[in-house]
C-alpha cells in the first residue's frame, strides 16, 4: 500500500518559519506530480504548490516568494517563511499516479499536519 505521513507542523507566531516534510513509502509505477495543499476551516482545499518535474514548481499566489517546495528522493518538502495568519490550516501532502491504459490516474494523500500562525 502506499502511505504518505506528513509532519513539522505547529504552532508559530506571524514572521516565522516551518518545514513540513511528508514521508512516501510503498509502490507507485509512475508519478505524474506531488504537492502541497491546504484547507482552513470553512474554506475549500486549494493547491499551495506543486512539483511537475525537477525543475518544475509552481506556487499559488499567496505563498510565492514566500514558500519552497522540493523533493529528496521519497521525501517532499515545503519551506514555509514569513508566515501570516492567513497561512493557517490543515497542509496535506499529495502525490498523483500516471495514469495507463488500463489503469486511471490516482490521487495519494496524507493525514495533514496542522499549521497555525498568531496574530
Known amino acids: 500500500q502506499v502511505q504518505l505521513v506528513e509532519s513539522g507542523g505547529g504552532l508559530v507566531q506571524t514572521g516565522d518559519s516551518l518545514r513540513l516534510s511528508c514521508v512516501v513509502s510503498?509502490?507507485?509505477?509512475?508519478?505524474?506530480?506531488m504537492g502541497w495543499y491546504r484547507q482552513a476551516p470553512g474554506k475549500q482545499r486549494e493547491l499551495v504548490a506543486g512539483?511537475?518535474?525537477?525543475?518544475n514548481a509552481n506556487y499559488d499566489d499567496s505563498v510565492r516568494g514566500r514558500f519552497d517546495i522540493s523533493r529528496d528522493k521519497n521525501t517532499l518538502y515545503l519551506q514555509m517563511n514569513n508566515l501570516k495568519p492567513e497561512d493557517t490550516a490543515v497542509y496535506y501532502c499529495t502525490v498523483r499516479s500516471r495514469g495507463s491504459l488500463f489503469s486511471s490516474a490516482k490521487d495519494y494523500w496524507g493525514k495533514g499536519t496542522l499549521v497555525t500562525v498568531s496574530s
Open positions: 512539483l511537475t518535474g525537477p525543475t
Open positions: 510503498g509502490n507507485i509505477f509512475s508519478i505524474d506530480t
